[in-house]
Nanobody
Framework: QVQLVESGGGLVQPGGSLRLSCAAS????????MGWYRQPPGKQREMVAAIRSGGSTNYADSVKGRFTISRDAAKNTVYLQMNSLKPEDTAVYYC????????????WGQGTQVTVSS
């Protein structure tokens, strides 16, 4: 059974930084696509960042240049370094991992709240 546990959320002032972590268990996900989505208050969930087995990454336009996704394959963990945070980054952040022969399955973490406010 896949389990994803996020940590690192909290309250930060505009311009500040946070680092989210997502630890996966239940299998080895060293080559599986993983990433982050977020859901701002009253809005739909949106893609933030993704990382693939070869290390290639992609980002939402709204976070390019400010957020960095990385992974530690040995620890089955994916990270999201968030810098220059803005109030509009306030959201619940969810990590995910794709699995299955064609990566057709998606498992989600429980989410971690990020609030950017002065």
């Amino acid at each position: 059974q896949v389990q994803l546990v996020e940590s690192g959320g909290g309250l930060v002032q505009p311009g500040g930084s946070l680092r989210l972590s997502c630890a996966a268990s239940g299998s080895s996900f060293s080559i599986n696509p993983m990433g982050w989505y977020r859901q701002p208050p009253g809005k739909q969930r949106e893609m933030v960042a993704a990382i693939r087995s070869g290390g290639s990454t992609n980002y939402a336009d709204s976070v390019k240049g400010r957020f960095t996704i990385s992974r530690d394959a040995a620890k089955n963990t994916v990270y999201l370094q968030m810098n220059s945070l803005k109030p509009e980054d306030t959201a619940v952040y969810y990590c995910y991992v794709r699995s299955g022969r064609y990566y057709q399955n998606t498992d989600w973490g429980q989410g971690t709240q990020v609030t950017v406010s002065s």
